[in-house]
């Protein structure tokens, strides 16, 4: 299953040279279902879900929209005039336009709205458990894919010494939900993102249906058992990690991901992306101990034939709001235990002019979103829209950062996830708090 890169490719040189992160050891084929009840350490699903929920902190959702997403398409400011000035070609009609509503922008209040590929987020966004923040990003003005990716996950700006991302230094500082479990956060990919690097017991699985140690049903449930056996006799810290691994090899195939049927009559699409937010779904209501799952959606470098009303871009924002519609469905309006916050970001936007190829490209402001019960939602977030007009544009181009993104997931980090080290979580960084949760 493939996660992390773009679908399509949209022409930028850089965003198509990144390589894929690989984990070596995560096997691809291969299943120990059939033999797990045998080789299940006895004593693990007994004391992981037995354990009582002694913390109120909810469970993160964490999405990266890699490529640089546009947020003007994703979220319309269809009262500011200039936008349509600087997209002829590419904008989304305003909400009153004459015309058909399959291309009419849905408003959610006098001045933004979604277009209609997005229209599977607008029960979250009317529930007031959506909140959409514009104007969004980071005040360093870097354009680079893997840079600001890897600021933005990190937490910090122009800093190489700094490794461990931004929710593994939280994971680190805080207990966990359960003490015993072997798996506290996992990124669905092929290797586990910036983000989530310096979180204990947290490992990258790119299909947690599919997580073995390979070979057949047979040899790869012997294989587990020994090694379980073998790591079990010696407590160094490598071995402690070594049996959390294979450990959590086990409690993976007791999870019955194949089976697991959404509740309210969600509908997950057919997707990498659809079908990786199932499988968060399916850990979060196994009740195995996951605080934190990252999830990344590729597809929004749209230098080229970006065409928001049908083509590369509406399939894209389609994706991406019909698959976190469902979860919201299946999960965030469900939980009894534990709360559920998702939240999604990007690098940078895209410029606020249309391009010779109808496309877009590199920017700097864009959108980021939270969703949940948590979550002071029904609204659009801006601290002063700063305009679309040539002379309100960074460098006559960009819509201007007018809110770090650290302001709004340090308010989640500390009223929703229990933090009291914010300093730790985001070094250098004195967020403001903005009223983003409840």
Known sequence: MTIHLDEEDCGCTEYRELSRRQFVGTAATGSVAAVAAAYFPAWLPKVVLAESHASTRDVILSVFMRGGADGLSLCVPFGDPAYY???????????????????????????FAFPQAMAGLVPAFTAQDLLVVHAT?????????????????????NDPALVTGWLGRHLATVPPLRSNAPLRALGLAAGLQKSLVGAPKTLPISNPANFSLGGTAATSGSRLAFLQNDYSTASDPVHAAALDATNTVALLATVGFASYKPANGAVYPNTSFGNALKSVAALIKADIGIEAAQVDIGGWDTHSAQDPLFGSMYRT????????AAFYADVITTATTNGVTAVAVSEFGRNARENGSNGTDHGRGTVMFA?????????????SWPGLAQANLENGQDLKVTIDYRDILAEIVQNRLGSTSLPTVFPGWTATMRGATR
Do not use: C, W
Not at 94 to 107: L, S
């Open 85 to 111: 000035t600087g997209r002829s070609t590419i904008a989304i009609p305003r909400p009153d336009a004459a015309g058909t509503t399959t291309t009419k922008g849905i408003a959610l209040d006098n001045f």
């Open 371 to 383: 969703m949940g019960k948590n979550i002071a939602g029904g609204r659009v977030m801006v601290n």
């Open 137 to 157: 990003g980071q005040f360093n003005n870097s354009r680079s894919h893997f840079d600001a990716q890897r600021y933005m996950e990190v937490g910090k700006p």
């Open 317 to 324: 924002m389609q994706d991406f709001s019909n698959s976190l």
